[in-house]
């Protein structure tokens, strides 16, 4: 069973190494995608919506490691 | 335009662009242990382990493929964004913490030094069916080879995009291998980290697209919009090193 516990742990790695990072991202997509399309007159909004949330996300991660380090 | 077997868009070059630059970055990683699998323990155990791994591959993408064809579109779409932009944003954190000195650069001629040593310690060679050359050399082509086939699947599932995929893949593949006859060295010169944050760049663009194309968000300018998705994420990402290099600065000054 080590090699098929390796083999998971090596697969989540290829999508997780950070959390707390994979968590917002998760948390976020799933609220875009349930929310912004039930919000009248977003339209073509939506995706700048979405992709505005992912970078912040992005930043503010990678704002948080350098200051940990 | 018509090239070859697929339409020369700016969405197909763009995936085969990610495929080739993303693929080039594992394959270099698979070639660094597979040389000193070679060097330390033998050219043929490396070599039966690299294709074992190699056959390993194809029969996971025969089966895999033909089980995403039973997936629904949208579902597809959705579960490959998500994927394909978690894989894209843990590369682009990556590289943005290591061009603003946050982390350590990615060193191939470290690593092959460390794996070289390692295999000297292990005892003497066994011959061809040297156990711990073969797994090694199998290991390594096996796991960076499933991201190739990870990144060939993702940025390829759109209709017309999967040959694009390919053949960017196929490209890196004979690139690395002629290289890496021809230096016989691991290939430190390699800008690895500018790789990798030009490749967290598109593919976190593809998965933000396929995210919204999967959840029926419409797109401004459709599939044109991935190249402001791109856009955007690089300058989010020359933001995060501006900001990821001040702590460390205070720090160093205080």
């Known amino acids: ?18 959390v707390w990072f994979s968590f917002s991202i998760g948390v976020w997509i799933a609220f875009a995608a349930l929310e912004l399309p039930r919000i009248d007159g977003l339209g073509e909004w939506q995706g700048v919506i979405l992709f505005s949330g992912l970078a912040v996300i992005l930043v503010a991660s990678s704002w948080r490691a350098a200051r940990q380090k | 335009m018509d090239f070859m077997f ?22 270099v990683e698979a070639l660094t242990i597979v040389l000193a699998v070679g060097t330390v323990r033998g050219w043929a155990p490396a070599l039966i382990g690299a294709t074992a791994g190699t056959v390993l591959l194809i029969v996971l993408v025969m089966i895999f493929g033909s089980l995403l064809s ?21 590369w682009l954190r990556k590289a ?22 390692m295999l000297k310690r292990a005892g003497s060679p066994h011959g061809v069916w040297d156990p711990i050359a073969l797994i090694t050399s199998f290991k390594a082509v096996v796991l960076e080879g499933l991201e190739v086939i990870f990144i060939v699947i993702a940025v390829g599932s759109r209709e017309g995009t999967l040959i694009p995929a390919s053949t960017g893949a196929a490209a890196a593949l004979l690139l690395v291998i002629v290289i890496g006859l021809l230096v016989h060295k691991p290939l430190a010169q390699v800008p690895e980290n500018t790789l990798k944050f030009i490749v967290g760049v598109l593919l976190s663009g593809f998965g933000v697209f396929w995210i919204g194309e999967g959840s029926g968000m419409p797109w401004p ?21 501006g900001l990821a290099k001040t702590p460390t600065k205070v720090g160093e000054q205080s």
Not at chain 2, 101 to 106: D, E, K, L, T
């Open chain 2, 6 to 27: 697929w339409d020369l868009t700016t969405p197909t070059v763009t995936v085969a662009v990610a495929a080739f630059l993303a693929s080039t970055v594992e394959f």
């Open chain 2, 96 to 117: 943005i913490l290591r061009s603003a000195g946050v982390i350590a650069m990615h060193d191939e001629a470290a690593i092959y030094n460390k794996e070289t040593e």
């Open chain 1, 1 to 18: 069973m080590n090699w098929l516990k390796m083999a998971v742990a090596e697969l989540f790695s290829l999508f997780i190494d950070d």
């Open chain 2, 221 to 241: 300018g459709a599939d044109l919009s991935i190249l402001a998705l791109i856009a955007g994420f690089a300058l989010a990402s020359f933001i995060a090193i």
């Open chain 2, 70 to 90: 039973a997936v629904p579109i949208a579902w597809l779409q959705m579960i490959i964004g998500v994927l394909l932009l978690l894989f894209g944003m843990r």
